[in-house]
């Protein structure tokens, strides 16, 4: 059948343009590893124990760790669907030589987020490898770390590429930061909810990362629970609407 | 040095590196010419126009411009010059308007000033209408009218012009080539370089050919066709890949021949006769076309190359 | 408007018409001194950041506080709880001067990162600055002095919220601003090289990931240096971050004059002048060759 499973040269074409820039992609995992090193045991060292919203009672980096598995999977996936996506839109018109091809606005979407996936997992798994050698990981159910890594990824890849297509220029992307940063510093990764007042614990709650957070925490701690079926629905929900969301706009815009 | 001498250059040269780009020119603009350095890319020109401009330094040789030498009074030289380099260097996000103002300030012009000035230009440069818009609004051919505008602002004794039509459009460069026109007969000096030659037909009083960093020719345009051509040319092109096998039938015929890949040119004062010399051979060209000689022969005279390649 | 040909107007003005001012008339001009250069350059500078500052709003002045609530008090709640602050103070007025020295730094490396490199390559307006009476150095001065404006304002603007939050606890802490534009300069001026022999911007990318992102990590602005394995405390010496740290904290503290002040003060202008020359050199080799 022609046209089927197009996303493949999509993908391709993002591998073979980043191997010119490989430095550049495989150093992409360090930012979280920096904020372990510095906040969970710098800082941590001023902290000492801390107690999790499940009760546990653990070292302050044992804290942070599975917060920064969860932080890499998003930045690895939100650079390629957000920064380079609108790039490649906007400036280079990649999508409309492809789409000159039997490749359709569905296989775009999905070529990038397959190759977003790559780079959140590989940033995932070299953070993993880091944890594990210092120690955060305490139970078998880490395996479904990286997993859980992969969706939390989709998860941002998708919203992430539909936010993109309706900004205009450069300029816009202050709102990436202006959604990412607050995210990054307060879904649970540095502090737990209980810090919070009541009032503003909702608020955490509504964040997609905080889910992420609290499924990496679970799975790395081995401290499972109710909770976590509904930050694994939340991520599944926000990875369909995101997905499709961002095909149907990717139509709309290059197939006019 | 001679008080309307605006321009002396001695044996001018520029280096980068092992890279002689300029090789030991010698050059005299007066005032109220329009003087023209006419040559390919790559021949120096703009390496000459940032020396002039006090942008390069010099390598060797001597240069002044006003009588100043750049290499020690730079800032005075700039101040009397308007530069309109080959790129725009226009601030994008700045209104039209604006880009003048803030190009005005930097002459240390006070804002009255500024404004009557940029009012005048964008009237001269015809961008009036357009004067609130964002310069990155503008068409190629008024942005080159705004730089031309820009770099008029500081009322300069000498309008240095690095390739001022390339990349526009022939309706733009006619509209531009009208604006310089108006300057000259104004009396303002203009100093041009360019690599098409009608360009430099229209436009120049006086040229000089430049070649691989150094001067071919100099003369007006139409001592250097007298000098280097003659008066008519005839084009003849045969229906076949290599043209210089038609070359031996064609001998004898006009004063000179020249074989390009595509074509050849017979060099003859009267071009119709050299048509009827070619049917009286009976030679079987796919068309023949008598035409007036042009900087572009001499160009072609002096290098064996043509300036567009 | 219509480029007809026939439409053109004849009436065009710009040769000399101004035989009495100073600056337009035939001859020799009364030059600028380099007081007056340099002022008519920042005057630029300043139409520029009237138009751009609304955009920077966020990165500017909103991460700064964000950092602040999330640092300040949720970690901070956790430090105050568990060792009863840092230094004998909680840790949100630990942590302040050290936010105050980081946003110093990411204002200045912003300002002298993908803008100068706009200057410099890309509508490459420096060139055009260059053909009015004006040197690189004059080029570069005035956009230090812009830099030097953003990075206090920034500074200031975070101290005030700060203060809000109760981070704020003495009148000396303003002696802190100037500390901060030296640490902003001090990353400035040497980034100014990069901008000028970098063949792209995607180096940029590497210096935020690679040096500033964990310069801001492990200056001392968030726990003390000593907390650091041995070997990484040598490095936070040599960090003009460091020293801006040590010198806004004891600002902040309102205590004794740190011992070493002539030390730290004489790193950061190292830093900003060495930066500073080099930057002039890079540039005049690039746009004055």
Not at chain 1, 188 to 196: D, E, H, R, S, W
């Amino acid at each position: 059948m022609l046209g089927y499973a197009l996303w493949r040269f999509v993908l391709l074409r993002d591998v073979l343009a980043f191997k010119r820039m490989w430095w550049l992609f495989l150093s992409g995992f360090v930012e979280p590893v920096f904020y372990l090193f510095s906040i969970g045991i710098g800082l941590g060292a001023l902290v000492n124990d801390v107690t999790t919203d499940q009760g546990m009672v653990i070292s302050y980096a044992a804290f942070v760790a599975p917060a920064m598995l969860a932080a890499s999977a998003m930045n690895g996936s939100i650079a390629d669907t957000t920064y380079n996506f609108f790039a490649k839109l906007k400036f280079s018109k990649t999508y409309d030589t492809m789409l000159a091809t039997p490749a359709r606005p569905w296989d775009v979407a999905i070529g990038e987020i397959l190759w977003s996936l790559i780079r959140g997992g590989v940033y995932s798994a070299i953070f993993f490898v880091v944890a594990l050698a210092m120690g955060f990981v305490r139970s078998w159910w880490a395996v479904l770390a990286i997993p859980a890594a992969l969706l939390i990824g989709a998860a941002f890849a998708g919203v992430g590429m539909w936010a993109t297509t309706y900004m205009r220029s450069w300029k816009d992307f202050e709102f990436v930061t202006l959604v990412i940063q607050p995210m990054f510093l307060f879904s649970a990764t540095f502090f737990p909810l209980a810090v919070y007042p009541e009032s503003l614990q909702w608020l955490v709650k509504v964040m997609p990362l905080y889910h992420g957070v609290e499924l990496q925490r679970g799975l790395l701690l081995g401290d499972m629970h109710g909770g976590l079926v509904v930050s694994v629905l939340y991520l599944v929900v926000l990875c369909a609407l995101g997905l499709w969301g961002a095909s149907r706009r990717i139509s709309r815009l290059l197939l006019t | 040095m001679a008080p309307d001498l605006l321009l002396t250059a001695r044996n001018l040269t520029k280096k980068f590196g092992d890279f002689t780009a300029v090789d030991g020119i010698d050059v005299e603009v007066r005032k109220g010419e329009a003087f023209g350095f006419l040559g390919p890319n790559g021949a120096g020109k703009s390496s000459t126009m940032r020396m002039v401009g006090a942008v390069s330094p010099v390598t060797s040789g001597e240069l002044r411009i006003f009588g100043l030498d750049p290499e020690t009074h730079a800032q005075q030289i700039k101040a009397r010059l308007g530069n309109c380099p080959q790129k725009d260097l226009l601030d994008e996000e700045l209104s039209v308007e604006e880009n003048l103002w803030v190009y005005g300030r930097f002459f240390g012009l006070s804002k009255a000033e500024v404004r009557e000035r940029a009012t005048e230009l964008l009237e001269f440069a015809q961008l009036t209408e357009r004067r609130a818009d964002k310069v990155e609004h503008l068409s190629g051919g008024m942005k080159r009218r705004l730089v031309i505008a820009r770099s008029l602002i500081n009322n300069p004794e000498l309008l240095l012009l690095d390739e001022p039509t390339t990349g526009l459009d022939p309706q733009a460069r006619h509209i531009l080539w009208d604006r310089l026109f108006r300057l000259k007969r104004q009396g303002v000096t203009l100093i041009i370089t360019t690599h098409y030659m009608d360009e430099a037909e229209q436009l120049c009083d006086r040229l000089v050919v430049m070649d691989k960093g150094a001067i071919a020719a100099e003369g007006s345009p139409k001592d250097l066709i007298a000098r280097y051509s003659t008066r008519e040319v005839v084009e003849v092109r045969f229906d076949a890949d290599d043209h210089g096998a038609f070359a031996d039938s064609l001998s004898g015929i006009g004063e000179r021949m020249e074989v390009l890949p595509d074509r050849i040119l017979l060099y003859a004062d009267d071009g119709d006769a050299a048509t009827a010399a070619i049917a009286d051979r009976g030679i079987d060209t796919l068309s023949t076309l008598v035409r007036r000689s042009t900087l572009e022969d001499v160009f072609l005279h002096l290098t064996g190359r043509t300036l567009i390649d | 408007m219509s480029e007809d040909l026939s439409s053109l107007s004849a009436e065009a003005p710009p040769a000399a018409r101004h035989p009495g001012a100073s600056r337009l008339s035939a001859g020799a001009r009364r030059p600028l001194g380099w007081v007056e250069r340099v002022g008519v350059l920042v005057a630029y500078h300043w139409v520029l950041f009237k138009r751009t500052f609304h955009g920077a709003l966020v990165s500017r002045f909103l991460l700064p506080v964000l950092f602040l609530a999330s640092m300040g008090l949720g970690v901070g709640s956790l430090v105050d709880e568990s060792s009863g602050g840092v230094d004998g103070v909680p840790y949100l007025i630990y942590v302040v001067p050290g936010l105050v020295m980081v946003t110093a730094m990411n204002v200045g490396v912003g300002e002298a990162t993908w803008p100068v490199m706009g200057f410099i390559k890309w509508n490459e307006f420096y060139r055009a600055m260059l053909h009015t009476p004006h040197r690189v150095l004059d080029v570069l001065l005035a956009h230090w002095v812009m830099i030097a404006f953003n990075v206090l304002i920034s500074a200031g603007a975070f101290m005030v919220v700060a203060a809000l939050f109760g981070g704020v606890d003495s009148w000396w802490s303003l002696l802190a601003l100037p500390v901060a534009v030296l640490v902003g300069m001090a990353f400035a001026t040497p980034l100014f090289v990069v901008g000028a022999k970098a063949a792209n911007d995607s180096i940029y990318s590497a210096v935020f990931r690679l040096v500033i992102t964990p310069l801001m990590l492990f200056s001392g602005a968030f726990f003390p240096i000593e907390n650091l394995p041995f070997w990484m405390q040598p490095v936070a010496w040599a960090t003009p971050l460091w020293h801006g740290v040590e010198l806004g904290r004891a600002a902040f503290l309102g205590g004794p004059v740190p011992d070493l002040w002539a030390v730290h003060v004489g790193v950061l202008v190292a830093y900003t002048l060495v930066g500073a020359w080099f930057s002039v050199r890079a540039v005049r080799d690039r746009l004055v060759a």
